[in-house]
């Protein structure tokens, strides 16, 4: 009787037990969301989210507005190409051996002061035109230690790895044996010491001909009939010209004569 207890007291719990169990190991039917696909270009991921980009190309374009590059590249140019590139546009300025740097340099014409090429140190003890400090040496001399020379202005320290936050946006800083200087990126022209989308301007010009016809009317006039007697005519009478022939009318007394096929004159009528 006891065994029979058991046995009923068993089943029944397995009974009970079962639904449990196979709602602990039944898989879910409920199906999981795919993970977002992720795009090529999340390494900027906040400028990403902020600007709810839609394409790489579109991104790039920003990227390229919002700042210069992080990797400064070396470039051969020449001096005089060098010099050719606006002021704005370099971030720092090289001086040159026996030539003054730091803040012997004047701030408005070089602003952050003149940098010693990658072969010579900003000394503070060299004298170079009757005047002691911030020439640059290649001296060791005047090189020696730091103590002697401002590490800031020394040694080519003109490159973008230090000033190329100097340059303006949409552009990116290269580095020369002249110096850092800034190229406005692709599609960008340089104005005014700032990078701008590059514009074209169409100019149309119109030409206009105007054709003037100018009619010129030549008018013979024709003397007064008695600016054609002279003053002697008709005496004692009065001259006048009909038909271009003299034509006389004399006072009492006188009568008209014709001297010829064109002339009269007043005579005393006998």
Known sequence: MYSKILLVGALALGETAAPSAQRATAPSTQQQP??????????????EKDLN?????????????????????????TEEEFNKIDKAMKPCFQSLNREACGARASAAEYPGGLHCPPDS?????????????????????????????DPAYSYGTCKC???RNRCPIGSSCLDSSFGAFCKCNEDLEERNGGCHFTTTTTTTTTT????TTTTTTTTT?????????????????????IDNKVVCTCV???????????????????
């Open 121 to 149: 140190c900003c000394s503070k003890t060299v004298i170079e035109q009757g005047k002691i400090g911030n020439w640059c040496s290649q001296s060791w001399v005047f090189c020696s230690t730091a103590i002697i020379y």
């Open 208 to 211: 206009t001909t105007t054709t």
């Open 221 to 241: 006039t024709t003397p007064p009939a008695r600016s054609l007697c002279k003053v002697d005519d008709c005496r004692p009478g009065f001259c006048d010209v």
């Open 34 to 47: 795919l993970a977002a696909p992720v795009s090529d270009f999340l390494a900027f991921p906040d400028e």
């Open 161 to 163: 790895e230090s000033y």
């Open 53 to 77: 980009l839609q394409s790489k190309g579109e991104f790039e374009k920003i990227v390229a507005l919002k700042g210069p590059g992080e990797a400064a590249k070396f470039t051969d140019i």
């Open 252 to 270: 009492g007394g006188y009568v008209s004569k014709k001297l010829s096929e064109e002339k009269e004159q007043c005579v005393f009528n006998y």
